[in-house]
């Protein structure tokens, strides 16, 4: 097998994107051999100016604070990039990157997915701008698949325990119980499948937890870059 692409992981909250790199260095042995892996570099700014930005909506900023970090990977000498969050794939759509590299987008990876598992109606779970975004939308709707999101008031709680907890790894057994009824509320509106939309979510809810099939978006991306590097 030719060496593999090195990937670059373009990190915005600590804990998604360890969780995209461990799943990567873990799965990767597989196909390499032990303790093989592809190269991998990682470039991240601060999450707060990332929050600054979303909470001012705006999107050139974000789109500006993503394409900092592709420049570093590339100058690192990355050939494919990742983003393991979701939300900020909104930027990535709305201002595509002027990077040559390619990019995998994490919606196309779980849409995908989703296709290939025959789920028609997915429920979306994530923070308030990604469940209110069009960022599954626009890459479902192109595969035949409907996409639902919480009530207002299950977005509101489900963005604060993502702020309040989950990104300063706090993973609290209310919480997953609150995430496992708000899934069972999904099951009431014909979705057959539930998608984990914030790259920390898979770190709070497992398979055990839910009453629908999950589709852990930070491990579908991570092992999509690892098929393409691979490729």
Same mark, same amino acid.
């Given at each position: 097998m030719k $060496? @593999? #692409?090195? +990937?670059? +992981?373009?990190?915005?909250?600590?804990?998604g994107a360890a969780l995209? /790199? *461990? %799943? +990567?260095c873990a799965e990767a042995p597989t196909f390499l051999g032990p303790h093989q892996h592809p190269e991998l570099s990682m470039h991240t700014l601060p999450l707060a100016r990332y929050m600054e930005a979303l909470e001012k909506g705006d999107w050139p900023a974000v789109a500006g604070l993503l394409q900092v970090s592709a420049r570093r990977l590339e100058a690192a000498g990355a050939k494919i990039l990742i983003c393991p969050d979701n939300t900020v794939h909104e930027a990535l759509d709305i201002y595509p990157s002027d990077s040559v590299l390619p990019w995998l987008h994490i919606a196309e990876v779980v849409a995908d997915e989703a296709l290939a598992r025959g789920y028609?109606?997915?429920? +979306?779970?994530? %923070?308030?701008?990604?469940?209110?975004?069009?960022? /599954? @939308? *626009?890459?479902?709707?192109a595969l035949g698949i409907q996409t639902l999101i919480p009530t207002a008031d299950q977005r509101l709680r489900i963005d604060q325990i993502i702020f309040d907890e989950l990104v300063n790894m706090r993973f609290e057994a209310s919480s997953r119980a609150y995430f496992s009824g708000v899934i069972e509320s999904m099951v009431a509106v014909g979705c057959d499948a539930v998608v984990l939309g914030c790259t920390e979510i898979p770190l709070l809810i497992e398979q055990p937890d839910s009453?629908? @099939?999950?589709?852990?978006? %930070?491990?579908?991306? !991570? *092992?999509? !870059?690892?098929? $393409?590097?691979? #490729?």
């Open positions: $060496h @593999p #692409a090195h +990937i670059g +992981i373009v990190g915005v909250s600590a804990e995209c /790199y *461990r %799943t +990567i028609a109606r997915l429920g +979306i779970l994530g %923070t308030s701008w990604l469940m209110e975004s069009m960022v /599954y @939308p *626009r890459q479902c709707s009453s629908l @099939p999950l589709l852990d978006s %930070t491990r579908l991306l !991570a *092992r999509a !870059a690892l098929r $393409h590097a691979l #490729a």
